[in-house]
């Protein structure tokens, strides 16, 4: 089985650009793939037992695979056990240790997110809506190519969108303005009211940002903290770290 056994190739391209967070989207979205294609299966039925038991070694694979690519620890370390000695104590085992590791990125996200966000309260949204509106005017009335329009109109939905949540991600504001300022200007019916509009966005979101921060102070950003294990590994006991097997004692004649 392959990976498109658990994700398309559009829910791919989606993958955030930050290699733990398009891990553990990916690690979700495959996680409720085997679950719905599991739970179908009689385990009763030796041949959809066996068709359970390839799609969870299948699962591991994948996602081991993804860890590999993207580099996250210890999942990066680990090997695909050989198919004939996967066992379901090692599916239980890794299915733990997975939600254990998914658990510390997803409260890893919440806290970048909300560092990287701000809350938009009723009147600034109203204020953002209304230098909505006169893009979209700017827009309509633009002398460019009708597909050109339709895209820049796509663009400016997605970006009122966002005005529905009770954050506003900061890099969405700059990815939408940086796109709107790298339209040359005589496309535009004015550049002048389009880039003013454009500006009063970045401003209104900008000092929204900065009361929030006065208010809540922020710690410093710093890079993620390594994930870490879900139990400490046991230490060897003294016989094996010599070298000596456990029961060598029974071999001593005295």
Request: hydrophobic content about 40%; some cysteine.
């Amino acid at each position: 089985m392959s990976i498109f056994e658990f994700v398309n190739q559009g829910e791919l391209d989606d993958l955030d650009e930050d290699h733990r967070v398009a891990f553990m989207q990916l690690v979700n979205i495959a996680q409720r793939r085997l679950s719905t294609k599991t739970s179908t299966l009689d385990p009763n039925n030796s041949y959809e037992w066996q068709k359970a038991e390839d799609l969870r070694y299948s699962f591991m694979n994948v996602v081991l695979a993804a860890a590999k690519r993207f580099e996250i620890e210890p999942f990066n370390s680990m090997e695909v056990p050989h198919y004939q000695n996967f066992r379901d104590s090692d599916n239980r085992q890794f299915k733990s240790d997975l939600d254990h590791y998914i658990t510390q990125l997803v409260l890893d996200n919440s806290l970048r997110a909300r560092r990287d966000s701000v809350a938009v309260l009723p009147r600034t949204k109203d204020k953002l809506r209304t230098y909505i509106s006169g893009l979209r005017q700017c827009i309509e009335q633009g002398n460019m190519s009708a597909a050109k329009r339709e895209a820049l109109l796509k663009k400016l939905d997605e970006f009122e969108s966002e005005l529905i949540k009770q954050r506003l991600n900061m890099l969405i504001v700059a990815r939408f303005t940086y796109l709107i300022f790298s339209i040359p200007g005589t496309l535009w019916a004015s550049a002048d009211i389009t880039h003013k509009l454009t500006t009063n966005i970045m401003q209104t979101v900008a000092e929204a940002k900065a009361t929030e921060d006065e208010t809540r102070r922020l710690p410093i950003a710093a890079q993620p903290k390594a994930l870490s294990a879900p139990r400490k590994e046991a230490s060897p006991s003294p016989s094996r770290e010599m070298g000596f097997a456990d029961d060598m004692d029974n071999d001593v004649p005295f």
